[in-house]
């Protein structure tokens, strides 16, 4: 039988216990990471979120009842111990408790489902599968501190910069961008969708005299990708601002990324070290290429790509290979894009969109907006989409709508570049590709 807590309540984590704070007294909570029993003496590592503790138990400085309680412990069970600090250079962070109360707040269950030493390697899917046990592991919950600080710190850039925070509809009637990129549910008597992106209200909130907007929140892709860069459900970072032009719209981009890098490293280097990766703050300005540049370069590494295309896995390869860091890929064809996005005034065949790209990963895609109803309702048609899917939104493009442009950031491959990960899967605590949904 496990014991409550009773009286005990924690005092410290791991990386708070310091060798000056030798005969102080502290209480420790986690689980149970390793053991060792050699008989006269027994180590337990108990891990917490923050670290790793060493709890050493000599025979004959903790009672027989105590010494017989901890041979018994299994590992992953959750445990608290009240003890004596004391310095041992052997130990990690150069401490080690001498306890003398034990109580065992929950038995686990023996064997586990994977390793969480990291001595054993287990295969992506095996730690999905488990992904509570998976995520015990230090070099894996390392990963989910950076992009909570990255998603902080950009929620408090884009404060600073006097956005306002929005919440749109995951719980839509029509498609964002027309396709068949979509999720259809069963809405009480008719058919609705989850949100593919929050873009086309967004744009609704620039005519509704709110200028500069933002929501960090899921988005939701019927995409059968299988690929290492492809999940069917992520975070979407979203901006719109008002009065501005797609040029307006990169500078708060970039402002925003090389923000979020800054913060991550300045606040995260535990995080970082543990996932040994030497994170770089970008110089700025990012470069932009042009697209018809950019053809001209996939085609020159030996990638043939002809003009009016989208990328091709290869030619992102092929770029990525070129460019090393951040850098937009800009005024892409009018014909692959959205029918909200701004033909350029000056070459209606080219837009005022943008990509931004981090070597070979897209991270972001923006563009200045159509805020012209007639031009809006043309660009509909010429993608063959119905108008009056889109009546509410064209709706609002009938009582002043001032010109715009904003963007989207995926937070999950935005992690990917500040963590060096390959698979966009570990980015996510339980992630929905076209095989999984569950756990």
């Not at 060493?54 to 959750?78: G, H, M």
């Not at 907007?213 to 059968?224: G, K, S």
Request: charge should be negative; hydrophobic fraction near 40%.
């Amino acid at each position: 039988m496990t014991d409550s807590l009773e009286n005990f309540r924690r005092t410290h984590y791991s990386k708070e216990v310091k060798p000056e704070m030798k005969d102080q007294e502290v209480v420790l909570m986690g689980w149970i990471h390793e053991m060792r029993d050699l008989g006269g003496i027994i180590f337990v590592l108990l891990r917490d979120r923050d670290g790793v503790t060493q709890v050493t138990a000599p025979s004959k400085k903790i009672s027989p009842e105590l010494f017989e309680e901890l041979k018994k412990l299994k590992k992953e069970s959750v445990i608290a111990v009240k003890g004596r600090v004391q310095e041992s250079g052997k130990a990690p962070g150069g401490v080690e408790i001498i306890p003398a109360e034990l109580k065992l707040l929950s038995e686990s269950k023996l064997p586990l489902p994977l390793d969480t030493t990291g001595n054993v390697h287990a295969e992506i899917d095996t730690r999905l599968d488990s992904r509570f046990i998976d995520l015990r592991k230090h070099n894996v919950s390392a990963i989910f501190k950076i992009k909570s600080r990255m998603l902080h710190s950009v929620r408090n850039f884009l404060e600073s910069e006097d956005y306002t925070e929005v919440n749109t509809p995951k719980l839509v009637a029509s498609a964002t961008e027309g396709g068949t990129e979509l999720f259809p549910i069963t809405y009480f008597e008719r058919e609705a969708f989850l949100g593919q992106s929050p873009q086309l209200y967004k744009q609704m909130m620039m005519a509704s005299g709110f200028d500069k907007v933002y929501e960090i929140a899921p988005i939701f892709r019927a995409e059968e990708h299988d690929t290492l860069r492809h999940l069917n459900e992520v975070i979407s970072i979203d901006v719109e601002t008002a009065f501005t032009d797609h040029l307006d719209a990169m500078d708060i981009l970039e402002k925003m990324v090389v923000n979020a890098i800054t913060e991550v490293k300045n606040n995260c280097q535990d995080a970082l070290e543990t996932l040994e990766f030497n994170l770089q703050i970008p110089e700025t300005p990012f470069p932009r290429i042009e697209y018809d540049e950019m053809v001209e370069m996939v085609n020159t590494a030996g990638v043939p790509m002809k003009h009016g295309e989208d990328m091709s896995r290869a030619a992102e390869k092929a770029m990525g290979d070129i460019m090393d860091g951040y850098y937009f890929i800009t005024e892409w064809p009018t014909a692959i894009k959205p029918f909200y996005v701004m033909p350029n005034p000056e070459n209606p065949v080219k837009s005022c969109a943008f990509d931004l790209m981090y070597k070979d990963l897209e991270i972001s895609s923006g563009a200045m907006r159509v805020h012209n109803h007639d031009m809006l309702l043309n660009k509909l048609k010429e993608k063959g989409l119905n108008p009056d899917s889109f009546s509410r939104y064209l709706a609002a493009f009938e009582y002043g709508m001032p010109p715009h442009a904003g963007w989207g950031v995926g937070a999950e491959r935005f992690t990917m570049t500040m963590t060096g990960l390959k698979n966009i899967r570990e980015t996510v605590l339980f992630p929905r590709d076209r095989r999984r949904l569950t756990p």
